[in-house]
């Protein structure tokens, strides 16, 4: 199997934008089109690139039937002769004609942006049952479909054998995107192996992308992924959840810090667990009733402090033209976001159901970060001495969401509110 250099294209967790969390089933090419030229004004500049459009990109009259179903089965699709799914021209209208993604993605990358999709693991179920064309085999969609292998949640596709007919359908499906100029792929149905061919799709995946001359960064959802399978994440994929969908909810932010505290040891330069989207801002107009985030403004904080400590992907899943100042306060602080890279190793001091203390070293640069979180529901002092940090007697400190500055002799403490956090980046005295 030809191997992907992955960490030549995804040597820092990925930053961009998912149409998921505000539109569900029902993004267009304009809105798509307005939140990237929001990203290129707005948030470029502090590291954010990816645009990605999520779910049922390909069905035709997705969202039309919300109050009965989020994908409605045996919907029809646009699909090509291959076997291969393609955009929904009502809603993407530069597709016609074959174009595909293609100017979308152009017109993305004009704004010095990458661009990315969402696709479901298998192959399209209707192109099974009228036995479609694979592209390079002499088979059909049929032979390489596993009938058995559906999707508990959505209905659109079936599993693909682990056979070189079926290899050949992934390597053509990695072929026409590359084609459109996708860099980025969210696969769905495969990261916590519900079915039994999860795992082998996973490397069919993998070697078509290596096979496409494409750098294509591979995402895969939905988690929790499988501790045991680090390994073969860290092979075949770039992302990889480490959560189910995570909402606007600090339960869901509380157990992401159990969840960190299992991976923390596996992030490295272009492999990376996913804490998931960022759910801040105006959030599900798609499913039917629009709101804005329900975490508070600590809470925000926590979660932010906490993915870019860990050093996860950062996906926003707000719409991007509405968001405030105080919510694009926490996607443009640059300090905050210097924790990301994997040379910045992240470890747990300590949690339990009250508190939680991470820290992070990287030594190479000098840069050193301490971050407490008050994770209940009173308000509480924590605290942490240097000498179990490692960091000698004395040290400076400036905290990173206020910007105040100050010293610690003896340890690193704050008193906090419920849910809210402070982390510091640590300047250590050094005697010559």
């Known amino acids: 199997m030809k191997r992907r250099n992955k960490n030549a294209f995804a040597p820092t967790p990925p930053m961009g934008?998912?149409?998921?969390d505000y539109y569900d089933t029902t993004v267009n090419e304009d809105q798509v089109k307005a939140n990237a030229d929001y990203m290129a004004a707005h948030l470029?500049?502090?590291?954010?690139?990816?645009?990605?459009?999520?779910?049922?990109?390909?069905a035709i009259g997705a969202g039309s039937r919300r109050d009965e179903y989020q994908y409605i089965p045996f919907a029809e699709v646009a699909m090509d002769q291959y076997s291969r799914l393609l955009p929904d021209p009502a809603r993407f209208?530069?597709?016609?004609?074959g174009a595909g993604f293609k100017p979308l993605a152009d017109y993305i990358h004009a704004l010095g942006l990458k661009f990315g999709i969402h696709i479901?693991?298998?192959?399209?179920?209707?192109?099974?049952?009228h036995h479609c064309a694979v592209k390079g085999t002499e088979v059909t969609a049929n032979d390489v479909a596993i009938a058995s292998s559906v999707c508990p949640w959505n209905p659109d596709m079936y599993g693909v054998?682990?056979?070189p007919a079926g290899q050949a359908y992934y390597d053509s499906l990695m072929e026409l995107y590359a084609s459109w100029g996708v860099d980025f792929i969210k696969c769905d149905d495969i990261c916590r192996y519900d079915q039994?061919?999860?795992r082998s799709e996973v490397r069919m995946l993998s070697t078509a992308i290596a096979r496409c001359g494409r750098p294509i960064v591979l995402s895969l959802s939905p988690g929790p992924a499988l501790i045991d399978q680090a390994w073969y994440y860290k092979t075949h994929a770039n992302m990889w959840r480490i959560t189910d969908d995570l909402w606007d909810n600090f339960e869901l932010l509380k157990n992401m810090f159990y969840r960190c505290e299992l991976w923390q040891d596996h992030v490295s330069a272009g492999c990376y667990p996913d804490c998931d989207m960022?759910?801040?801002?105006?959030?599900?107009?798609?499913?039917?009733?629009?709101w804005t985030s329900n975490f508070t403004r600590d809470e925000a904080r926590t979660m932010m402090t906490l993915w870019c400590l860990f050093g996860s992907p950062l996906m926003i899943g707000a719409e991007l033209t509405l968001l405030d100042e105080a919510t694009l306060s926490l996607l443009t602080n640059d300090e905050l976001l210097a924790m990301l890279p994997p040379a910045v190793k992240p470890h747990q001091i300590c949690r339990d159901e009250e508190k939680a203390i991470w820290q992070a070293d990287d030594e190479a640069a000098d840069a050193h970060y301490v971050a407490l979180f008050n994770l209940g529901e009173e308000e509480q002092e924590l605290s942490v001495s240097l000498e179990e940090l490692g960091y000698g007697e004395e040290v400076s400190l400036?905290?990173?969401?206020?910007?105040?500055?100050?010293?610690?002799?003896?340890?690193?403490?704050?008193t906090l509110a419920p849910h809210a956090c402070v982390v510091y980046r640590v300047t250590l005295f050094r005697l010559d």
């Open 278 to 290: 960022l759910p801040i801002g105006q959030l599900g107009k798609g499913f039917g009733h629009e």
């Open 120 to 129: 479901m693991r298998g192959i399209p179920r209707i192109a099974a049952h």
């Open 17 to 20: 934008w998912n149409s998921y």
């Open 196 to 198: 039994p061919s999860c």
């Open 161 to 163: 054998k682990d056979t």
């Open 93 to 97: 209208p530069s597709s016609v004609d």
């Open 398 to 414: 400036k905290e990173l969401w206020t910007k105040e500055t100050g010293f610690a002799d003896s340890a690193i403490s704050a």
């Open 44 to 58: 470029k500049k502090h590291g954010w690139e990816y645009i990605v459009v999520d779910i049922e990109w390909y």
